[in-house]
T-cell receptor, first 112, second 115 residues
Framework: GDSVTQTEGQVALSEEDFLTIHCNYS??????LFWYVQYPGEGPQFLFR?????EKGSSRGFEATYDKGTTSFHLRKASVQESDSAVYYC???????????FGSGTQLTVMP | DAAVTQKPRYLIKMKGQEAEMKCIPE?????VFWYQQKQSKELKFLIYFQNQQPLDQIDMVKERFSAVCPSSSLCSLGIRTCEAEDSALYLCSSSQPGTEDAEQFFGPGTRLTVL
């Protein structure tokens, strides 16, 4: 079945560091790809999505580019802040399906 | 602000008891989803409603859960006989009518503990 892989379980950075969280997917066709962020005690919040090859999604300084060739949708931010500390989830929805398939999440901790 | 509401926020049940949790989707949203999240790990899809009709669900839900959306403004998820493995955060989300890449809005969840 379709799946999403996030290789980093935890990432620890200092403020103003560059962030990369890797996301690779396995699905047929052109699934829609998403990034969600979850803060403690809350449900996940939508960050952005991309639905076509080479499409870039972005929000709040975060960005990711849909790459069908490498089946990736890596999350990047040029300069992280302490307030970015949260769990980040990569997810996909397959063509013809409304459910989201989530990766295992990456806990980002940003130290002042 | 519009938001997905879930009640109760916390639920404690003994093994073998029945549990029920409710979700109020965002106004105007016709798609409602339930997910299970254990120990702050990945979210697992449970069931999806479109216009109050269940359109997709996993086998575990068919066998041990009960889920309905009696109106466009209320859905519920129940567990007929709680087991220890059901301890988790149950998240409800909703989305606007449209395509399958529509953004889902999540509630804060109901945290179920089965003793």
């Amino acid at each position: 079945g379709d799946s999403v892989t996030q290789t980093e379980g935890q990432v620890a950075l200092s403020e103003e560091d560059f962030l990369t969280i890797h996301c690779n997917y396995s699905a047929s066709g052109y699934p829609a790809l998403f990034w969600y962020v979850q803060y403690p005690g809350e449900g996940p919040q939508f960050l952005f999505r991309a639905s076509r090859d080479k499409e870039k999604g972005s929000s709040r300084g975060f960005e990711a580019t849909y790459d069908k060739g490498t089946t990736s949708f890596h999350l990047r931010k040029a300069s992280v802040q302490e307030s970015d500390s949260a769990v980040y989830y990569c997810a996909l929805s397959s063509s013809g399906s409304w459910q989201l398939i989530f990766g295992s999440g990456t806990q980002l901790t940003v130290m002042p | 602000d519009a938001a997905v509401t879930q009640k109760p926020r916390y639920l404690i049940k003994m093994k073998g008891q029945e549990a029920e949790m409710k979700c109020i989707p965002e106004k105007g949203h016709t798609a409602v989803f339930w997910y299970q999240q254990k120990q702050s790990k990945e979210l697992k899809f449970l069931i999806y409603f479109q216009n109050q009709q269940p359109l997709d669900q996993i086998d575990m839900v068919k066998e041990r859960f009960s889920a309905v959306c009696p109106s466009s403004s209320l859905c519920s998820l129940g567990i007929r006989t709680c087991e220890a493995e059901d301890s988790a955060l149950y998240l409800c989300s909703s989305s606007q009518p449209g395509t399958e890449d529509a953004e889902q809005f999540f509630g804060p969840g109901t945290r179920l503990t089965v003793l």
